[in-house]
């Protein structure tokens, strides 16, 4: 089944204490991002990916980092996480073609979530 | 630069009856529109897009948006809610190729 798979779905921690939130797709997808939802403000992004080695800054990069060594991972750190980093994040990957306007064709499919809450 | 706006925050409505949700976007260049779905406990599904070929799109289950350019809007609709629609809409526009902005969210109530 062509999934995109988040781990973990619920983690609840502590001011500063690093954790990772791994994503994980079989689709071969090149284009990868990470974003996060609050309540009113939609879904808004953190990172993204257009290929292995390639990553940048989405919306709302601070206190976030990224890497994409492999073409079907793309692992979100929080190296020092914050109280207001409390959210629900979702991975979400998608096929990407050359030329800029051509991703705007195609459609994400998304993780089922991520539930963080920081204490 | 591109926004979305999607106007209330929470719609309800009564088993039967049609179903709206507004988008309006901003756009610099001719953009990509998208209506995604979520339910409860659940990742965004597409419901639809569009693409620049027909200004009216058809979802799935039942749902339709036009695109209206000269009102920079995207509004969703479908004819009659069902119980099955409750569930959180989100429409978001993409033109600079690598980046897909969000509205802010239409959560749907359905009324027995």
């Known amino acids: 089944e062509a999934q995109v798979t988040q781990n973990p779905r619920y983690l609840i921690t502590v001011t500063g204490k690093k954790l990772t939130v791994t994503c994980s797709q079989n689709m071969n997808h090149e284009y990868m991002s990470w974003y996060r939802q609050d309540p009113g403000l939609g879904l808004r992004q953190i990172y993204y990916s257009m290929n292995v080695e390639v990553t940048d800054k989405g919306d709302v990069p601070e206190g976030y980092k990224v890497s994409r060594k492999e073409k079907r991972n793309f692992p979100l750190i929080l190296e020092s996480p914050s109280p207001n980093q409390t959210s629900l994040y979702f991975c979400?990957?998608?096929?990407?073609?050359?030329?800029?306007?051509?991703?705007?064709?195609?459609?994400?499919?998304f993780g089922a979530g991520s539930r963080l809450t920081v204490l | 630069a591109q926004s979305v706006t999607q106007l209330g925050s929470h719609v309800s409505v009564s088993e039967g009856a049609l179903v709206l949700l507004r988008c309006n976007y901003s756009s610099s260049v001719p953009p990509y529109l998208f209506w995604y779905v979520q339910y409860p406990n659940q990742g965004l599904q597409l419901l639809l897009k569009?693409?620049?070929?027909?200004?009216l799109v058809k979802g799935i289950n039942g749902f339709e948006a036009e695109f209206k350019k000269s009102e920079t809007s995207f509004h969703l609709t479908k004819p009659s809610a069902h119980m099955s629609d409750a569930a959180e809409y989100f429409c978001?526009?993409?033109?600079?190729?690598?980046?897909?902005?969000f509205g802010g969210g239409t959560r749907v109530l359905v009324k027995p």
């Open positions: 569009y693409t620049s070929a027909a200004t």
């Open positions: 978001a526009v993409t033109a600079a190729g690598n980046k897909l902005t």
């Open positions: 979400a990957s998608s096929l990407s073609l050359a030329g800029g306007l051509s991703f705007g064709a195609n459609v994400l499919t």
